[in-house]
């Protein structure tokens, strides 16, 4: 018997397979399921993790109105010389870099809520150190430890937002971080405006508190939990952050997979393949260049900074408005990420509106989840460390040469990151953490171009 033969349910275009098409819809129903996501619980999750990066910043810039009040102190056990201020400076980037090498560990380890829960340990007993100081030497050893806090912080809450996130969000939520760190910020700046250095110290502790407090209550990442074999944990957890009322079976089912697809660890042979050693490349010259443009030493020696020069008002109120204008920045970053896309606001910014709150959200996407825990470490390593650098050469290169050496040299930094993102950052607005390691292992200029080439 014959067989008859009956025409598509869907035309095809010239030139146009059936499994073109079908990939085709399996996108549009993707985008469809992104879009009807609730979002509420989502926010909820990540403003508990980034709870960490406001005492972050707080943290950071905590020298800045400490160092020209203890220049003037009275005890003489407490008294900063130019030595001992570069010491203070420059310590917490030392401590972060530890902390971000320990994130290496801690974060396939313990996971990432637990171990931004963690961070909040070393925190309390630097800001308790600092606030009871009566030697110099207690308040470097506190900002070694809130640095340290601040390395786990910085290198788990993206990886941890980067994951709990869908596409539709994760531009917007991944800029959280950078929000609130220069929310942190502003606050110290502010308050250091009516308290004194030791308030200061107490009032450091507030946001790590409620952190810890908030994440009790908080899911781990299902991306997580699937990789360490817990199933059901995951399933839970998706649906806490989903809704029970949206089908995420099908999210369930392409996170397993992606998951189940590298459950190993990386290996040596691994690290030569492209879809591994180009995101790790792209992510550790990121944080590198990140880092070479300034933006530490500048914000730990902001009031000395505007001391040296001949502004019209007071160094702790130029303080503020350079907090506050921070802070606008990274809310439009926030809030046209997801529109514009990453490579347009990189290009067209400066620090805070694109290379401060993108680069750690493309660190979370960018990276292969097979080595996503240990790389985010090793990155925050390298930043760290470069940071340091340039925090502990700030001062005594301002003092032999004047202003103008360091921020040339930050200038031609500048340049360089515009060549960077043109030629090695690619575009991931609106892609999937799944389709984004897809790019790097088919090497495919554009990712649409990925899933329409099957002949």
């Given at each position: 018997m014959?067989?008859?033969?009956?025409?598509?349910?869907l035309r095809?275009e010239?030139?146009?397979?059936?499994e073109?098409?079908g990939?085709?819809?399996a996108?549009?129903?993707?985008?469809?399921?992104y879009?009807s996501?609730?979002?509420?619980?989502?926010?909820?999750?990540?403003?508990?993790a980034?709870?960490?990066?406001f005492?972050?910043?707080?943290?950071?810039?905590?020298?800045?109105?400490v160092i020209?009040a203890?220049?003037?102190?009275?005890?003489?056990?407490?008294?900063?010389?130019?030595?001992?201020?570069?010491?203070?400076?420059?310590?917490?980037?030392?401590?972060?870099?530890?902390?971000?090498?320990?994130t290496?560990?801690?974060?396939?380890?313990?996971?990432?809520?637990?171990?931004?829960m963690?961070?909040?340990i070393?925190?309390?007993l630097?800001?308790l150190?600092?606030g009871?100081?009566?030697?110099?030497?207690?308040?470097?050893?506190?900002r070694?430890?809130?640095?340290?806090?601040?390395?786990?912080?910085?290198a788990?809450?993206?990886?941890?937002?980067?994951?709990?996130?869908h596409?539709?969000?994760?531009?917007?939520?991944?800029s959280?971080?950078q929000?609130?760190?220069?929310?942190?910020?502003?606050?110290?700046?502010?308050?250091?405006?009516?308290?004194?250095?030791?308030?200061?110290?107490?009032?450091?502790?507030?946001p790590v508190?409620?952190?810890?407090?908030?994440?009790?209550?908080?899911?781990?990442?299902?991306?997580?939990?699937?990789?360490?074999g817990?199933?059901?944990?995951?399933?839970?957890?998706?649906?806490?952050?989903?809704?029970?009322?949206?089908?995420?079976?099908?999210?369930?089912?392409?996170?397993?997979?992606?998951?189940?697809?590298?459950?190993?660890?990386?290996?040596?042979?691994?690290?030569?393949?492209?879809?591994?050693?180009?995101?790790?490349?792209?992510?550790?010259?990121?944080?590198?260049?990140?880092?070479?443009?300034?933006?530490?030493?500048?914000?730990v020696?902001l009031?000395v900074?505007?001391?040296s020069?001949?502004?019209i008002l007071?160094?702790?109120?130029?303080?503020?408005l350079?907090?506050?204008?921070?802070?606008?920045s990274?809310?439009?970053a926030?809030?046209?990420?997801?529109?514009?896309?990453?490579?347009?606001?990189?290009?067209?910014s400066?620090?805070?509106?694109?290379?401060?709150?993108?680069t750690?959200?493309?660190?979370?996407?960018?990276?292969?989840?097979?080595?996503?825990?240990?790389?985010?470490?090793?990155?925050?390593?390298?930043?760290?460390?470069?940071a340091?650098?340039?925090?502990?050469?700030?001062?005594?290169?301002?003092?032999?040469?004047?202003?103008?050496?360091?921020?040339?040299?930050?200038?031609?930094?500048?340049?360089?990151?515009?060549?960077?993102t043109?030629?090695?950052?690619?575009?991931?607005?609106?892609?999937s953490?799944e389709?984004?390691?897809?790019?790097?292992?088919?090497?495919?200029?554009?990712?649409?171009?990925?899933?329409?080439?099957?002949?």
């Open positions: 014959e067989a008859t033969v009956h025409e598509p349910l095809r010239p030139g146009e397979d059936y073109a098409v990939q085709r819809d996108r549009q129903l993707e985008k469809d399921y879009r996501l609730p979002s509420r619980r989502l926010f909820l999750a990540a403003l508990a980034v709870l960490g990066n005492g972050f910043g707080f943290a950071l810039v905590y020298p800045s109105p020209p203890l220049q003037k102190a009275q005890l003489p056990g407490l008294q900063l010389t130019g030595h001992a201020a570069s010491w203070f400076g420059s310590i917490f980037t030392l401590g972060a870099a530890a902390g971000g090498l320990g290496m560990y801690f974060n396939d380890r313990l996971g990432r809520k637990l171990s931004i963690f961070s909040a070393p925190s309390v630097g800001y150190l600092m009871s100081a009566q030697e110099v030497w207690m308040l470097l050893v506190g070694l430890l809130t640095g340290f806090a601040g390395g786990v912080t910085s788990s809450i993206p990886v941890y937002i980067s994951e709990i996130s596409p539709g969000v994760r531009g917007a939520l991944g959280c971080p929000i609130m760190a220069v929310l942190g910020a502003l606050a110290l700046y502010a308050l250091g405006l009516v308290f004194n250095w030791r308030w200061l110290a107490v009032a450091g502790e507030v508190l409620l952190m810890v407090i908030l994440l009790c209550f908080m899911p781990e990442s299902p991306r997580f939990l699937i990789s360490q817990k199933e059901e944990e995951a399933l839970s957890a998706l649906a806490w952050l989903r809704g029970q009322e949206v089908n995420y079976w099908w999210e369930y089912e392409q996170i397993k997979d992606s998951v189940q697809e590298q459950s190993q660890t990386v290996t040596w042979a691994e690290l030569r393949t492209p879809y591994i050693y180009k995101p790790v490349a792209i992510t550790l010259l990121m944080r590198f260049l990140q880092q070479l443009c300034g933006v530490t030493p500048i914000l020696y009031q900074i505007f001391d020069t001949k502004v007071a160094s702790e109120y130029d303080a503020v350079v907090g506050a204008v921070r802070l606008v990274v809310v439009f926030a809030s046209s990420m997801d529109r514009a896309g990453r490579k347009i606001l990189l290009y067209a400066g620090y805070a509106m694109g290379w401060g709150p993108i750690w959200l493309l660190m979370g996407e960018v990276l292969p989840l097979k080595a996503r825990g240990v790389v985010s470490g090793l990155c925050v390593l390298v930043s760290w460390l470069t340091f650098a340039l925090t502990k050469a700030f001062l005594p290169v301002k003092e032999s040469f004047g202003l103008e050496v360091p921020f040339f040299f930050f200038s031609i930094i500048c340049v360089t990151n515009l060549i960077f043109k030629w090695l950052i690619p575009e991931t607005k609106g892609r953490l389709r984004i390691e897809s790019y790097f292992r088919t090497g495919r200029k554009s990712f649409l171009e990925s899933f329409r080439r099957h002949r």
